[in-house]
DNA sequence: TGCATGACTCGAA
DNA sequence: GTTCGAGCCATGC
């Protein structure tokens, strides 16, 4: 399918595109409810911004006070390595997240975007 | 202005 | 079930 975004000529610059971007983005990672997780894809489409999985995880690595560790890659597997996969896994597990191996349970914790409203 | 990089995703082997 | 390669997009230098 098409992946064009056909969007508005948009008189904003391209900064405040840019910083909108990451608000949603921001917006959806923070939406995520204790024991819950989702993926970068998932919330990247959530925030209106499809095949910017790569930015989800620029806004969270940058991003300060954000739950990072209920972002997980595609199919619930952490995509973080060493330490940080370790502190992520420890935390989710704290909030009830049961993992299936090396991912997580999806099926039971997946959280689903109900489309996050525009302002 | 242009190139390189990155906490990704999907499909195929 | 795991690994590899190509594709996408914004940010940083």
Do not use: C, N
Not at 54 to 77: E, M, N, Y
Not at 84 to 104: D, I, N, P, W, Y
Request: aromatic share 6%.
């Amino acid at each position: 399918m098409a992946k064009k975004h056909g969007d508005s000529p948009a008189r904003r610059s391209k900064q405040d595109q840019a910083g909108e971007r990451r608000l949603r983005i921001e917006r959806a990672i923070r939406a995520i409810p204790r024991g819950k997780v989702s993926t970068y894809g998932a919330i990247a489409r959530a925030a209106g911004f499809p095949g910017a999985a790569r930015q989800v995880a620029a806004v969270l690595r940058r991003g300060f006070g954000l739950p990072w560790q209920r972002v997980l890659g595609a199919g619930g597997a952490i995509k973080l390595i060493g330490d940080s996969a370790m502190e992520q896994r420890f935390r989710l597990e704290a909030e009830g997240v049961h993992f299936r191996g090396r991912k997580v349970d999806m099926k039971a914790h997946e959280w689903k975007f109900g489309r996050v409203k525009r302002t």
